[in-house]
């Protein structure tokens, strides 16, 4: 009994863990598709870049975690503020085919560039933990990653940050009222462009922060921007476009029910998210969390 | 082919050229030997066109047709090596493989438009790539599917013709493409045809028209992935396997590209020249960049080009080749 416990109790903190990863990447991702209407497909390959810097900054530079907790994901925005400056913009309001086809293939150019740059290449790294959270920790019933603790707090922290800003700030009150009516947050006076820009860069800094954290836990290879991209997708869907709350518990949601089903049949692990979204469309078409907004239209 | 014109204004129409023309492609000089490509931009041309039927007609851009081209190619492929191994039962399950998993996930998606409905598109079509991988049994997971054959076809007896030879094959695929892209036609110019259209001009006003929008794009979705799934099927037998990778997103990408390239968006040919261009290219283009790779002592990763191809387009020719010679800026097809 003891030992199922543990053993239960160390998958529900994989899930938990992993399932905060996804909600921060899936934060990120639903803003910039709520305001922009644009299906990032960029989005991955950021989370990728925040990844690799990280990397550099610890490997070949030899600076200690938090240098590259705080730079990386700057590095990110102004990646992201590039991209949506020079190209994505310019998709705003037209046919949604030209923003995904745009962002796909940006995002094809710029995972090849990650097996094109030398120190980087195409081979998987593994990224050290800080030194305070090495190591595991024992908690009676289970041993369990120090740093693995220590993500999910930094990610429950993220998304708090997060949600004091789109809540209880002017920006944010700006940005959500721009995912509501883009037209009429310019008629107001507010400058669209400019906020677009900040909101794509937000969104960049939220996928490479999340590159960051995770490093430590997965490989750091050229595809892993692809594979959270995936189930940030899920998420959204399922939790509803454009929602925060649905971001989070759908992340939540998807990263528990794939350490779960590990436990009793392993091969339905990439499939169950699946299963779930389907479900829940059928008996709540917008998502968990979603209402009716003018992606729709 | 509207009936009412003369024979003769029929024989200028842009359909007869362009299957003389891949009628006589075999007999080529120098390009004519590359009969493997020749048959691979037919398949794709033919998938890229009953894509249309969703894409440029009804204005829905899905990002997940790859699955159902996927899902034809393993039907035909599972069909051959445990049901029945011969070439036509396996290729007409294909197709109805394709439209049967297309229309159930249809069901879904064709409540949504716009960028909603393209983002549920994205999220199932995944879900088929993982089931091809994780079910071993039946699809063959890593290793996928091999040693499909081409077996003769014909009339018993009477004659027969032996698709091993890879001209024979080439033939019985263009006649395949034809008919198909015949059937296409004659959809999109048919009364569904128009009411697809104006859903894409104006979905809310053709439902007030009194038409069930719903199964309108529903049957829109689940015919383009009978197309898809036909495709899958003539392609496992082109390259006697089926892989995972045939459902993988970029495929789904890759099919969307060779419609709005080549001009899908403006003309009813426009995936054709675009299936074309993009596979031919592919093939030269990635032998010219490792060739410069080699001379630079740098490694350019092929799948460079290709991204900043797809910006490119997106932003400079957004409505395709055919839309750039006629002027066309704005996606309209009749």
Redesign the interface.
């Known amino acids: 009994m003891e030992e199922f416990l543990g053993e239960f109790s160390s998958f529900v903190m994989i899930g938990l863990v992993n399932g905060l990863v996804y909600a921060v990447v899936a934060l990120g991702f639903t803003l910039v598709l709520g305001v922009m209407q644009v299906i990032n497909f960029t989005h991955g390959v950021l989370f990728a870049f925040g990844a690799y810097f990280a990397f550099t900054a610890q490997r070949y530079f030899n600076l200690p975690f938090w240098v590259g907790l705080v730079f990386a994901p700057i590095l990110v925005g102004v990646l992201g503020i590039i991209l949506e400056r020079v190209a994505i913009r310019k998709t705003y309001g037209g046919n949604p085919l030209f923003g995904l086809l745009l962002t796909f293939g940006m995002a094809t150019a710029l995972e090849a560039v990650i097996r094109m740059v030398p120190i980087w290449g195409k081979v998987g790294y593994s990224v050290k933990a800080p030194e305070f959270v090495a190591g595991s920790i024992e908690l009676g019933f289970m041993t369990y990653s120090k740093y693995r603790l220590f993500l999910a707090v930094l990610a429950i922290l993220i998304i708090f940050a997060t949600w004091l800003f789109l809540e209880k700030t002017p920006y944010g009150g700006i940005i959500k009222a721009g995912a509501y009516d883009s037209e009429m947050i310019m008629a107001l006076g507010k400058n669209l462009p400019r906020l677009r820009m900040y909101v794509f860069g937000l969104g960049a800094i939220l996928a490479g922060v999340a590159g960051v954290i995770a490093a430590p836990i997965y490989s750091v290879k050229p595809a892993m921007g692809t594979d959270i991209l995936m189930p940030a997708f899920l998420i959204v869907v399922l939790g509803g476009i454009g929602s925060f709350w649905g971001s989070v518990i759908g992340g939540l949601i998807v990263g528990m029910s794939k350490s779960m089903i590990v436990m009793v049949f392993p091969r339905a692990e990439d499939i169950i998210p699946y299963v779930i979204m389907a479900f829940i469309l059928i008996f709540r078409q917008r998502g968990l969390m979603g209402e009716k907004s003018v992606l729709e239209a | 082919m509207p009936s009412q014109q003369p024979w003769r204004k029929k024989l200028t129409h842009p359909m007869v050229w362009i299957f003389v023309l891949f009628f006589f492609f075999p007999r080529f000089p120098f390009i004519g030997q590359y009969l493997s490509l020749g048959t691979e931009v037919m398949i794709w041309s033919l998938f890229a066109v009953g894509f249309n039927i969703l ?1 440029g007609y009804t204005g829905l ?1 899905s ?1 997940g047709h790859g699955a159902y081209f996927g899902i034809g190619a393993y039907t035909a492929g599972i069909i051959f090596l445990r049901v029945y191994p011969g070439f036509w039962i396996p290729l007409l399950l294909s197709i109805v493989g394709g439209a049967f998993f297309a229309g159930l996930v249809g069901l ?1 998606v064709a ?6 409905f ?3 598109t ?3 079509g ?2 088929f790539y ?2 091809a ?3 071993e049994e039946l699809t063959g997971g890593e290793t996928g599917l091999s040693k499909i054959d081409r077996i003769p076809i014909g009339i018993p007896g009477l004659f027969q013709v032996k698709l091993s030879n890879p001209i024979n094959y080439y033939y019985v695929c263009w006649a395949i493409f034809l008919i198909a892209t015949i059937i296409v036609w004659k959809i999109v110019h048919s009364p569904f045809g128009r009411v697809i259209q104006g859903i894409r001009e104006n979905e809310v006003r053709t439902r007030y028209l009194g038409y069930n929008v719903y199964f309108y794009k529903w049957a829109s979705v689940t015919l383009s992935g009978a197309f898809a799934g036909l495709a899958g099927g003539l392609y496992t037998f082109l390259i006697h396997s089926a892989f995972a990778t045939v459902l993988d997103w ?1 495929q789904s ?1 890759n099919v ?2 060779m419609n ?1 390239l080549g001009g899908g968006l403006v003309n009813f040919f426009g995936p054709i020249l675009g299936a074309t261009i993009f596979i031919s290219s592919r093939d030269l283009l990635s032998a010219y960049i490792s060739r410069a790779s080699y001379a630079l002592h ?7 080009i ?6 490119f ?3 400079f020719i ?1 409505t395709g080749i055919l839309g750039l010679i006629s002027g066309k800026k704005r ?1 309209v097809l009749r």
């Open positions: 894409l851009t990002f879904i409540k949504k438009r716009g960028i909603y393209s983002l549920l994205i999220a199932f995944q879900v993982f089931v991988f994780r079910w970029t990408g969307v590209m709005l740098f490694e350019i990763d092929w799948l460079f290709y991204g900043l191809i797809f910006v387009v997106i932003l957004p996606a």
